[in-house]
T-cell receptor, first 109, second 118 residues
Framework: RKEVEQDPGPFNVPEGATVAFNCTYS??????FFWYRQDCRKEPKLLMS???SGNEDGRFTAQLNRASQYISLLIRDSKLSDSATYLC??????????FGKGTMLLVSP | GAVVSQHPSWVICKSGTSVKIECRSL??????MFWYRQFPKQSLMLMAT?????????EQGVEKDKFLINHASLTLSTLTVTSAHPEDSSFYIC??????????????FGPGTRLTVL
């Protein structure tokens, strides 16, 4: 089983749609979880942290399920500018980041 | 967030030459810097971790003699790809982290360097 697995997509959605991504991880000792956003040919940028209690930031909601070892990201009211690749990141220890391959989102008018 | 710069942003070189990439933390002291590589449609893969003033720790499968890392100061780390070959063509990204003991501290990523070896 890969350390961090994501559906590569692409997810093609119209503006205004709600879309959800999932990510599974294999290391049960992982301590921190994040969603990053990466635009084409750019560096990844932190989108939000993921907590068991859920984390909401505007149109974005992230959730962690430790028992099932998966992380989710929900985007409501999709905008054209949301088109990007969303990377699931799992941290073990205090510094080792493991990235998923990313899920590509394409939002169309 | 903190700013990390990389130079150059892209480079094209002939096979067999060496290429140096610089990573700088501009507004904080980075005790630890990380070097990643990303091939098209692949995830970022950690190549090595460098701590200021000490030798870098390389991930399995990464040749330390080919990818030379120097972290001589708290704001600068360099990655030198020696005798580059076409298969080394990739997107190289550094990140920097200010050390806070005992907790995870966010890594700030540089803008990346796109290396093309002809």
């Amino acid at each position: 089983r890969k350390e961090v697995e994501q559906d590569p997509g692409p997810f093609n959605v119209p503006e205004g749609a709600t879309v959800a991504f999932n990510c599974t991880y294999s290391n049960s000792a992982s301590q921190s979880f994040f969603w990053y956003r990466q635009d084409c040919r750019k560096e990844p940028k932190l989108l939000m942290s993921v907590y068991s209690s859920g984390n909401e930031d505007g149109r974005f909601t992230a959730q962690l399920n430790r028992a099932s070892q998966y992380i989710s990201l929900l985007i409501r009211d999709s905008k054209l500018s949301d088109s990007a690749t969303y990377l699931c990141v799992v941290v073990s220890g205090y510094s080792t980041l493991t990235f998923g391959k990313g899920t590509m989102l394409l939002v169309s008018p | 967030g903190a700013v990390v710069s990389q130079h150059p942003s892209w480079v094209i070189c002939k096979s067999g030459t060496s290429v140096k990439i610089e990573c700088r933390s501009l507004d904080f002291q980075a005790t630890t810097m990380f070097w990643y590589r990303q091939f098209p449609k692949q995830s970022l893969m950690l190549m090595a971790t460098s701590n200021e003033g000490s030798k870098a720790t390389y991930e399995q499968g990464v040749e330390k003699d080919k990818f030379l890392i120097n972290h001589a100061s708290l704001t600068l780390s360099t990655l030198t790809v020696t005798s580059a070959h076409p298969e080394d063509s990739s997107f190289y990204i550094c990140s920097a982290r200010e050390q806070l003991a005992g907790i995870y501290n966010e890594q700030f990523f540089g803008p990346g360097t796109r290396l093309t070896v002809l």
